[in-house]
């Protein structure tokens, strides 16, 4: 139950968050008390001046219509979420830890993979056991395969597989045609052949031959985010078309096969993962859309060279190609994510927690350097939370730094046990939660926020326009009344 100062924080934010309607509300009373004292002769009095006054009327009616032509001109279009969808792997590419554990003994046994000491093998089982994954994420095919395969056909089969499946599905359930489609952005970190991952669809869906393309690469996990922000800003140019925005991550070209504690991270966390998305900024599509963008934040610290090296792909000392994450990881992305919070919170916090936090700095800055940092309650900003289910210990410090609740983060949790870290996609297959769950509903405000290589961490603002159902083939619907589930860790060991 709230405490009463916690009730008397929300009402005055409420308070705070209507001001102009309260103020707005007397003066219509102001204006309505003195509109029923004219009398007869007042009006007339009134008519004859606008007679008199005919031509500066029509300049001030004409320079105010021409006023409003050049905003509606000018001002930014609203960019909807039509719908969206995310590839659920066919049941026989599920795999337990046991499973995993099992067919990378016999890799090993096989020769493929020369783990040089059984020290590093449970060194795997352990993370894999306090992961937060649990027994049903998907690996692929080729990786379950004895010899292994990672060919460049497998990988791209794999791909192929992810993001027909999810565009496939997205067309059906919106009914749109992809003849409509106008802007096409693919993101995909470690794996870009050629042709690339946008020509496949266009390969595939036969999209139109002046579709603007575009397909990212080596932009890590939050290159969804990225990938949203710039279908938004191609839509700013674009008038009344469709934006076709695809992410994923490779598994099967993406095993590391070596030695090194730092790379053998990743094997225990990536999983099999993709998503689509619509985005229209024809207004029309209002009525349909889910969501209405609000902000897309971006923060690159590259340019610090701890923050450049803190996860990169790169070969061990055999030569083994992996993504190596340092021991700057922690303290990088922290810092990182304060920047992009201190660059959304004005976007989106009410008045009350911008005054909290200014009177806060004011005090460090200038009385006690000592005192801490005021941590917003972002929880007056949004109702809903997708944070990048990069792995628990991520979460948990999302969940702790950001003050936020068990319920909060359950999305992000139940996310990473069901399909484990899907990269870019993972803030999608949360949202998809959350809309099977039944919990959203109209004027809901949604921030997605992911962090990745570069060192990189963004953020999207979105707002519900309806009571959003879950889309068909949402892929929570065969497992959503086992979740959520208990996750129990052990960490003496």
């Given at each position: 139950?709230?405490?009463?100062?916690?009730?008397?924080?929300?009402?005055?934010?409420?308070?705070?968050?209507?001001?102009?309607?309260?103020?707005?509300?007397?003066?219509?009373?102001?204006?309505?008390?003195?509109?029923?004292?004219?009398?007869?002769?007042?009006?007339?009095?009134?008519?004859?001046?606008?007679?008199?006054?005919?031509?500066?009327?029509?300049?001030?009616?004409?320079?105010?219509?021409?006023?409003?032509?050049?905003?509606?001109?000018?001002?930014?279009?609203?960019?909807?979420?039509?719908?969206?969808?995310?590839?659920?792997?066919?049941?026989?590419?599920?795999?337990?830890?046991?499973?995993?554990?099992?067919?990378?003994?016999?890799?090993?046994?096989?020769?493929?993979?020369?783990?040089?000491?059984?020290?590093?093998?449970?060194?795997?089982?352990?993370?894999?056991?306090?992961?937060?994954?649990?027994?049903?994420?998907?690996?692929?095919?080729?990786?379950?395969?004895?010899?292994?395969?990672?060919?460049?056909?497998?990988?791209?089969?794999?791909?192929?597989?992810?993001?027909?499946?999810?565009?496939?599905?997205?067309?059906?359930?919106?009914?749109?045609?992809?003849?409509?489609?106008?802007?096409?952005?693919?993101?995909?970190?470690?794996?870009?052949?050629?042709?690339?991952?946008?020509?496949?669809?266009?390969?595939?869906?036969?999209?139109?031959?002046?579709?603007?393309?575009?397909?990212?690469?080596?932009?890590?996990?939050?290159?969804?985010?990225?990938?949203?922000?710039?279908?938004?800003?191609?839509?700013?140019?674009?008038?009344?078309?469709?934006?076709?925005?695809?992410?994923?991550?490779?598994?099967?070209?993406?095993?590391?096969?070596?030695?090194?504690?730092?790379?053998?991270?990743?094997?225990?966390?990536?999983?099999?993962?993709?998503?689509?998305?619509?985005?229209?900024?024809?207004?029309?599509?209002?009525?349909?859309?889910?969501?209405?963008?609000?902000?897309?934040?971006?923060?690159h610290t590259g340019a610090d060279d701890r923050s450049y090296e803190c996860a990169t792909q790169e070969e061990d000392e055999d030569g083994v190609v992996g993504v190596?994450?340092?021991?700057?990881?922690?303290?990088?992305?922290?810092?990182?994510?304060?920047?992009?919070?201190?660059?959304?919170?004005?976007?989106?916090?009410?008045?009350?927690?911008?005054?909290?936090?200014?009177v806060r700095f004011v005090k460090k800055k200038f009385i006690n350097p000592k005192l801490k940092h005021y941590i917003p309650d972002f929880k007056l900003a949004f109702?809903?939370?997708?944070?990048?289910?990069?792995?628990?210990?991520?979460?948990?410090?999302?969940?702790?730094?950001?003050?936020?609740?068990?319920?909060?983060?359950?999305?992000?949790?139940?996310?990473?046990?069901?399909?484990?870290?899907?990269?870019?996609?993972?803030?999608w297959y949360e949202l998809a939660y959350t809309e099977a769950k039944g919990r959203m509903k109209k004027g809901d405000r949604i921030w997605q926020i992911a962090l990745?290589?570069?060192?990189?961490?963004?953020?999207?603002?979105?707002?519900?326009?309806?009571?959003?159902?879950?889309?068909?083939?949402?892929?929570?619907?065969?497992?959503?009344?086992?979740?959520?589930?208990?996750?129990?860790?052990?960490?003496?060991?």
């Open positions: 139950m709230d405490s009463p100062m916690k009730k008397v924080k929300i009402f005055t934010n409420y308070l705070m968050a209507h001001r102009f309607k309260l103020c707005f509300l007397p003066l219509m009373g102001s204006i309505a008390m003195e509109a029923s004292r004219l009398s007869t002769q007042d009006l007339q009095n009134f008519y004859l001046y606008l007679q008199n006054n005919l031509t500066s009327l029509t300049m001030f009616f004409l320079y105010l219509a021409l006023g409003s032509a050049l905003y509606l001109m000018t001002r930014p279009k609203p960019v909807y979420l039509v719908d969206f969808s995310c590839y659920l792997p066919p049941s026989h590419l599920k795999a337990s830890i046991q499973k995993i554990m099992d067919h990378v003994r016999r890799v090993r046994e096989a020769g493929a993979w020369k783990l040089e000491s059984d020290y590093l093998m449970d060194f795997c089982e352990k993370i894999l056991e306090r992961s937060g994954l649990g027994q049903e994420t998907y690996i692929p095919e080729g990786l379950q395969s004895l010899p292994l395969q990672q060919t460049l056909a497998v990988s791209r089969k794999e791909t192929e597989e992810v993001i027909i499946g999810a565009v496939d599905n997205l067309f059906r359930n919106t009914g749109i045609s992809p003849s409509d489609i106008g802007i096409l952005v693919v993101n995909s970190s470690t794996f870009n052949p050629t042709p690339s991952l946008s020509t496949i669809l266009v390969n595939k869906f036969k999209l139109r031959d002046d579709i603007k393309s575009l397909n990212l690469g080596g932009m890590g996990c939050s290159a969804g985010v990225i990938a949203i922000d710039a279908a938004k800003s191609l839509l700013q140019v674009h008038r009344n078309t469709y934006a076709l925005v695809v992410s994923t991550e490779n598994i099967t070209q993406n095993l590391y096969l070596g030695n090194n504690k730092s790379m053998l991270v990743t094997n225990c966390l990536f999983r099999i993962g993709g998503a689509a998305i619509l985005l229209s900024n024809r207004s029309i599509d209002r009525k349909r859309a889910k969501y209405e963008l609000v902000h897309t934040v971006r923060v190596s994450l340092s021991k700057n990881l922690p303290m990088v992305a922290a810092r990182t994510l304060k920047i992009n919070i201190a660059t959304l919170g004005p976007l989106v916090l009410p008045i009350s927690e911008k005054f909290h936090f200014f109702e809903h939370f997708c944070i990048h289910a990069g792995g628990r210990a991520l979460i948990d410090e999302m969940e702790k730094n950001l003050h936020l609740t068990p319920l909060d983060v359950e999305a992000s949790r139940m996310t990473l046990h069901r399909f484990g870290n899907t990269s870019s996609s993972s803030i990745g290589s570069g060192f990189k961490c963004n953020s999207s603002v979105w707002v519900a326009l309806r009571n959003v159902k879950p889309s068909a083939n949402n892929p929570w619907e065969h497992c959503l009344h086992k979740y959520p589930v208990e996750i129990d860790i052990d960490l003496t060991e």
